[in-house]
């Protein structure tokens, strides 16, 4: 992650280096697809047909679109994007999983909660009795 504070996760896959992030506008794009959080990753559950699979992928897609979009407009630099149709063609079902793995860890870097804490240190004077 380049910032905390952008939320930028950046993760590899089959070898490639890419940008991820869980904003406003892909949290909302999740929603009206999947429902909430618990419904995005509902989705990526591993079950009978290939559903899963191509819900991870497209989650990725989304994460990596805002993600190269993220780092164009604060760092200015031009992030590897994804292709689906890539992926169905060279990626495995163990590069799939570790998409899937990618899409969580960005999703909680997105829903992350930055608290700042001051400690503050009193003088506190010690008196000896004999």
Known sequence: MKNASVRIVE??????????????QAYAEC???FGDVAGIFAAMEIGKDLNAVHNI???FSLLNTWGVKCEQMIFQEEGNSFSI????????IYECMDMKT?????IAAGMEREVE???ETKNAETTQTN
Do not use: C, D, N, R
């Open 11 to 24: 993760k590899e896959i089959a070898g490639t280096l890419y940008p991820l992030a869980f904003s406003l």
């Open 85 to 92: 149709e890539e992926a169905k063609v060279t990626m495995g």
């Open 117 to 119: 804490v001051e400690v």
């Open 102 to 106: 990618a899409v969580m860890e960005a």
């Open 57 to 59: 992928m497209w989650l």
């Open 31 to 33: 929603h009206a697809k």
